[in-house]
């Protein structure tokens, strides 16, 4: 009997241990009751049937990155290019992985390749390196559509290398070479024009500087005579005013007449002093009658005062 009890205690544990399925996070079982799909067991505790169902597969559903082997594509322009890439995806259906595809790992690495081939040979080499995000997006676009079938999703699809023959790296390098030193060579040229147009442009400037300065310069002088002229003017006009106003005074008429008599008198001595030579009026009388003039303009300038 203890070895009946015992047997039987032994094949509840196993029965209990069989029951129970602990699925751990990110993870999925497929479990066939009978050699069919019955469920998929989700992350925690499930319960099946011992003998009666069984774990099929168990799937990751972690993304997952994959290798893409190195391959040769050959370009539009018959240029052989060396292509290395990685895949990320991510197994979204369990089921679909399971009886989808016998090796989806495999469908997903032929596949891109194949598309890789068809995409680099629509393009030409110096294209191929320019549109790098174009030939990643179109091998994703292809391999997502596909990849629906087998329960997987395509997630992003990166060139990890592209690599020509020497021959060819060799010419892109001379290449670029030629193109930097084109480019060099163009900078300086436009260096030396912008110089030249600075030049101009400061000897202009400067020209134009020069010649408003004199301009304003010859302004103001102008002003200035004139301002001396209009002064000189107003003064000799000032002093015939009051000329004219002293010689309508009494008297006036007189002491001009006697003025202009000292001042020739004073012309006549003066020459007799500075020159040897004797000067003589043509008129012996004209000098009296001035003299006589001035007398009588001067005592009349007298007797003026007292009346």
């Not at 110096?126 to 676009?141: C, G, P, Q, S, Y």
């Not at 040229?189 to 500087?209: L, V």
Request: neutral net charge.
């Amino acid at each position: 009997m203890e070895t009946i009890a015992l047997v039987l205690l032994v094949v509840a544990i196993i029965f209990v241990v069989r029951t129970i399925k602990v699925v751990p996070q990110q993870h999925a079982i497929v479990v066939e009751r009978l050699g069919r799909y019955h469920a998929t067991l989700t992350p925690g505790l499930n319960f099946v049937i011992p003998f009666v169902d069984r774990v099929a597969y168990g799937h990751s559903l972690k993304e997952i990155p994959l290798d893409v082997p190195s391959q040769v594509c050959i370009t539009r322009d018959n240029t052989q290019l060396q292509v290395d890439g990685i895949i990320y995806f991510q197994v979204t259906d369990a089921k679909l992985a399971s009886y989808g595809s016998s090796n989806y790992v495999m469908a997903i690495t032929q596949l891109a390749q194949t598309t890789l081939r068809s995409v680099i040979g629509k393009m030409e080499l110096d294209k191929t390196f320019e549109e790098r995000e174009l030939i990643n997006a179109a091998v994703v676009a292809a391999l997502d559509e596909a990849a629906l079938n087998w329960g997987v999703k395509v997630l992003r699809y990166e060139i990890k290398d592209l690599t020509p023959p020497a021959e060819i790296l060799r010419s892109m390098q001379a290449q670029i070479t030629a193109e930097r030193e084109k480019r060099a060579l163009i900078a300086a040229s436009e260096g030396r024009r912008q110089e030249q147009i600075n030049i101009a442009t400061g000897q202009r400037e400067a020209f134009i500087a020069r010649s408003e300065g004199e301009k304003q310069a010859e302004i103001n002088k102008a002003l200035g005579e004139a301002a001396a002229i209009t002064a000189v003017a107003e003064a000799t006009a000032d002093a015939i005013r009051k000329i004219a106003a002293a010689i309508e005074q009494p008297g006036g008429t007189q002491a001009v007449q006697l003025k202009v008599a000292e001042k020739a008198v004073d012309a006549y001595g003066q020459l007799a002093k500075t020159n040897n030579t004797m000067i003589v009026p043509g008129h012996m009388g004209e000098v009296a009658g001035l003299i006589g003039t001035a007398m009588a303009l001067f005592k009349q300038g007298d007797a003026a005062p007292k009346a």
